[in-house]
């Protein structure tokens, strides 16, 4: 608030030629001669306001003048005796530089006028000043250094104007100063230091462009007499001082600057949220910040880097997915010690469970994936990659009714290393959550399996070994997992809960036996070299009734290699002759996940012979088309499409009998071919097949995954009814169901269970199929054996039997 002097008017009769004569030419150049000519009790306050004080009855020694819409009269400069000025309220041009004749001055306020052009230098000459009212003008240019002569003044305020520059250290000599407003202007730098202004209550230089730190600020205040600081809108940067003592604070803003941190977050009692205010600074979310009595929003790590350097600045804290990412991002990109990333990683884990029930975190060299579960039944298996994840059974969480598990790689190794134990392919980290906090599980009385991926390279002649991170040793152990390798893929089965890599011996013993065992299941390998014929060395699986373990037959299987028929992201399809007679079909892998999917399939075809007790044997038949690219190339009719369904349903009838869910039974997995003039139709694709009821992660959802699977996390028969009718509609449109959406956004698309809708001009037949399939209420949904008997009689064709049912003429399991 700025201080103004109440006017006495001292009522004089005297008009003695000195100062009043002067005051003449003051209201002649501002009134003209139709006035009655002022004197010293001159009080008018309509239009207006004129109030005139006189001392010795002859000088003038108190003007106010307000209202006047003219610029100031240079002959104001004549009252000599002036010692209380005021002039405001229209008065224009610029500062007349008789003003500063005026020496007696301890008053100027020349306040809330249209004053332009600049402070003279002459400024200096008013020595006597206490108040100087510049505020609310349009004054230019820089702040003279003249101004510092003003020694005693007490209130300045030159806010609302247009001074530029840097402000100059004047302060220092105005030891008597309380009240300083310099806001709305265009100042910027440094604000310059100074010394303690012991009377000093308002400092408000809002809405400027001053930078650097507070330091310099700071040492002008009191911190008992200080009452109103605003440095809002500038530039300002670096930590926020403690201002937990200012006690007669009662308004403290420095919203809208460039601040990072708070020194103290303790401000004092008098203050509140409407009262103090430190928003719209940089001051980052991590490491949290509690500030009291004071309204502040920190900016989240997705906005600003966060300064995060230890784990124990991210708990108990609420992130948002996105902050968290740009928080790993930041910390990965950055010099922090290697060995404190796994507990700032399962600290941000932990922080964006508290609003999440699933995540995934990526970053240059570190992943996770989290997924939680509400009373599985099934042992759980949580994927990373295809070739990387987890698989436990649920007595290692038996007493725990929800919880999240979250599985984790580091492509580095950021623990303990020395030279009697070297690490190879990075670490896999495995931790349980219940709810949001981590669970200790030190060991268990079931395996936990560990696929950690490809074989990473290895030194010649090695032993290669699973190892467990012993977190109250600091050290890697091997005592307590045991390795399998499957094809290039290593697996670790251990008895710990813990993080996970591979070692190796550099000279392996000369007959030790290790506990890892080789499988080798048809993966043909090519590198570049192309060849017209081929051995492959397989293992077949037999299977027979109550026999434990599949016996292992070893066979040469002679093919010369035909055409290559189909190309994917990473396997490749060729046609070739068996023994010169059977034309088969050979799919080769070309990367790590490829041939895990192989592998798979042939667990799946395991699976499959185990539920028959019959010998199984794998057969490869060459088939040319997949139903989608033949869809593509005919103009398919009403009948083919019921004629090809009613194939795919007989398969589909056998799997389901097999309590299996397929889970992609999608075009592309339906292999077609004519021979003899007879379409033969084979369903495949089970690399991604389950048992029914089994619990699924949302990694595995795609577009024609049934909306219930999506709610409840779990495979069951009646979802792939649901896929068949996709299946139907897609024959009809050719055309995706969902394109263009993001998997986070198909996630919750699927979780509307919007109906799938049908075209009146599709067949009445097919319309009322799809119809029912893809109910929204899955128990109301036929069953394949069902569905196979009504297009039977759509298409003339026998009923199958259950014999019938009970074959699998129309499953092909690819090997």
């Given at each position: 608030m700025k201080a103004y002097v109440q006017v006495s008017v001292i009522l004089l009769s005297s008009i003695f030629f000195h100062g009043l004569g002067d005051l003449s030419a003051?209201?002649?150049?501002?009134?003209?001669?139709?006035?009655?000519?002022?004197?010293?009790?001159?009080?008018?306050?309509?239009?207006?306001?004129?109030?005139?004080?006189?001392?010795?009855?002859?000088?003038?020694?108190?003007?106010?003048?307000?209202?006047?819409?003219?610029?100031?009269?240079?002959?104001?400069?004549?009252?000599?005796?002036?010692?209380?000025?005021?002039?405001?309220?229209?008065?224009?041009?610029?500062?007349?530089?008789?003003?500063?004749?005026?020496?007696?001055?301890?008053?100027?306020?020349?306040?809330?006028?249209?004053?332009?052009?600049?402070?003279?230098?002459?400024?200096?000459?008013?020595?006597?000043?206490?108040?100087?009212?510049?505020?609310?003008?349009?004054?230019?240019?820089?702040?003279?250094?003249?101004?510092?002569?003003?020694?005693?003044?007490?209130?300045?305020?030159?806010?609302?104007?247009?001074?530029?520059?840097?402000?100059?250290?004047?302060?220092?000599?105005?030891?008597?100063?309380?009240?300083?407003?310099?806001?709305?202007?265009?100042?910027?730098?440094?604000?310059?230091?100074?010394?303690?202004?012991?009377?000093?209550?308002?400092?408000?230089?809002?809405?400027?462009?001053?930078?650097?730190?507070?330091?310099?600020?700071?040492?002008?205040?009191?911190?008992?007499?200080?009452?109103?600081?605003?440095?809002?809108?500038?530039?300002?940067?670096?930590?926020?001082?403690?201002?937990?003592?200012?006690?007669?604070?009662?308004?403290?803003?420095?919203?809208?600057?460039?601040?990072?941190?708070?020194?103290?977050?303790?401000?004092?009692?008098?203050?509140?949220?409407?009262?103090?205010?430190?928003?719209?600074?940089?001051?980052?979310?991590?490491?949290?910040?509690?500030?009291?009595?004071?309204?502040?929003?920190?900016?989240?790590?997705?906005?600003?880097?966060?300064?995060?350097?230890?784990?124990g600045q991210l708990f108990n804290q609420d992130l948002t997915l996105s902050a968290a990412q740009s928080l790993l991002d930041q910390i990965?990109?950055?010099?922090?010690?290697?060995?404190?990333?796994?507990?700032?990683?399962?600290?941000?884990?932990?922080?964006?469970?508290?609003?999440?029930?699933?995540?995934?975190?990526?970053?240059?060299?570190?992943?996770?994936?989290?997924?939680?579960?509400?009373?599985?039944?099934?042992?759980?298996?949580?994927?990373l990659t295809d070739s990387q994840f987890v698989r436990f059974p649920l007595s290692v969480v038996k007493n725990v009714s929800g919880f999240a598990v979250s599985v984790s790689k580091f492509k580095f190794n950021p623990f303990a290393e020395d030279n009697d134990q070297k690490t190879y392919g990075g670490v896999m980290g495995v931790s349980f959550y219940n709810g949001a906090q981590l669970m200790k599980i030190n060991s268990t009385r079931e395996t936990i399996n560990i696929s950690m991926g490809s074989i990473p390279s290895l030194p010649e002649n090695s032993n290669l070994y699973c190892l467990w991170w012993k977190e109250n040793g600091s050290t890697w152990e091997r005592q307590g997992c045991n390795l399998t390798i499957i094809g290039s893929f290593a697996v670790c089965h251990c008895y710990h809960l813990t993080n996970f890599t591979l070692g190796a011996d550099a000279v392996p013993p000369p007959t030790q036996r290790d506990n890892s065992r080789l499988i080798v299941i048809i993966v043909c390998c090519v590198g570049g070299v192309i060849f017209l014929s081929l051995t492959v060395t397989a293992v077949v699986f037999v299977m027979r009734k109550r026999m434990a373990k599949p016996a292992e037959t070893s066979f040469d299987l002679n093919c010369t290699k035909g055409e290559l028929i189909h190309r994917g992201e990473d396997t490749e399809i060729w046609s070739a002759a068996q023994s010169d007679t059977n034309q088969v079909a050979i799919k080769i892998s070309l990367s790590d996940s490829a041939s895990k999917r192989l592998i798979l399939e042939m667990e799946t075809l395991k699976y499959l012979g185990e539920q028959r007790g019959h010998r199984v044997e794998m057969v490869m038949t060459f088939l040319p088309f997949s139903l989608d690219q033949l869809m593509k190339r005919r103009n398919a009719s009403t009948q083919y499409i019921l004629q090809t369904s009613f194939e795919v349903t007989k398969a589909m009838s056998y799997v389901s009998n097999q309590n299996l869910v397929h889970t992609r039974l999608t075009a592309d997995h339906i292999l077609v071919d004519l021979r003899d003039g007879v379409d033969v139709v084979k369903v495949t694709g089970f690399s991604h097949s389950v048992k029914n009821d089994t619990r699924i992660d949302l990694s595995t959802v795609h577009s024609h995954t049934a909306p219930e699977v999506v709610k409840t996390m779990t495979q069951n028969l009646e979802a792939d009814v649901y896929t068949f009718g996709l299946l139907l509609r897609h024959l009809l449109t050719l055309s995706p169901l969902y394109e263009g959406l993001s998997h986070l956004q198909l996630v919750d698309k699927l979780r509307t269970e919007v109906q799938v809708t049908v075209e009146e001009s599709w067949d009445p037949q097919l319309r009322e199929m799809i119809e029912s399939c893809t109910s929204q209420y899955p128990k109301q949904r036929p069953s394949f054996t069902d569905i196979s008997k009504t297009i039977a009689k759509c298409i003339g064709r026998e009923m199958p039997t259950r014999e019938q049912v009970m074959r699998d003429d129309n499953v092909y399991v690819e090997v």
């Open positions: 003051v209201q002649a150049a501002l009134t003209g001669s139709d006035f009655p000519p002022w004197n010293c009790s001159t009080t008018i306050n309509n239009v207006f306001k004129v109030v005139v004080s006189c001392s010795d009855g002859v000088s003038v020694s108190s003007l106010v003048l307000s209202n006047f819409k003219r610029p100031i009269p240079p002959d104001i400069g004549k009252l000599l005796n002036l010692t209380f000025l005021t002039l405001n309220n229209g008065f224009s041009g610029g500062i007349p530089e008789r003003i500063y004749n005026l020496t007696q001055l301890t008053h100027l306020d020349l306040g809330n006028n249209a004053l332009n052009g600049t402070i003279s230098n002459q400024i200096g000459a008013l020595r006597n000043l206490a108040t100087l009212n510049l505020g609310t003008n349009q004054l230019v240019g820089r702040v003279p250094l003249e101004l510092g002569n003003l020694t005693n003044l007490r209130y300045l305020y030159l806010d609302n104007n247009i001074f530029s520059g840097e402000f100059p250290g004047v302060l220092s000599h105005m030891s008597q100063l309380v009240e300083l407003t310099l806001y709305v202007n265009h100042f910027y730098g440094i604000f310059p230091p100074g010394q303690r202004l012991n009377r000093l209550v308002k400092f408000d230089v809002h809405s400027n462009r001053f930078g650097g730190d507070l330091s310099n600020m700071l040492t002008y205040f009191n911190s008992s007499v200080i009452g109103f600081i605003s440095v809002t809108n500038n530039s300002m940067s670096g930590t926020i001082p403690d201002f937990s003592n200012f006690e007669s604070l009662t308004h403290f803003s420095l919203k809208s600057n460039q601040f990072s941190a708070v020194q103290n977050p303790q401000f004092p009692k008098n203050l509140n949220t409407t009262t103090c205010d430190l928003s719209d600074n940089s001051i980052p979310c991590l490491p949290y910040v509690k500030v009291t009595n004071c309204q502040f929003q920190c900016k989240t790590c997705d906005q600003i880097r966060c300064n995060v350097t230890t784990n990965s990109a950055g010099n922090e010690p290697k060995t404190s990333l796994p507990g700032i990683l399962t600290a941000l884990i932990e922080d964006v469970l508290h609003n999440n029930t699933s995540l995934e975190l990526h970053s240059t060299d570190i992943d996770a994936v989290v997924m939680s579960y509400v009373h599985p039944m099934e042992d759980i298996e949580l994927h």
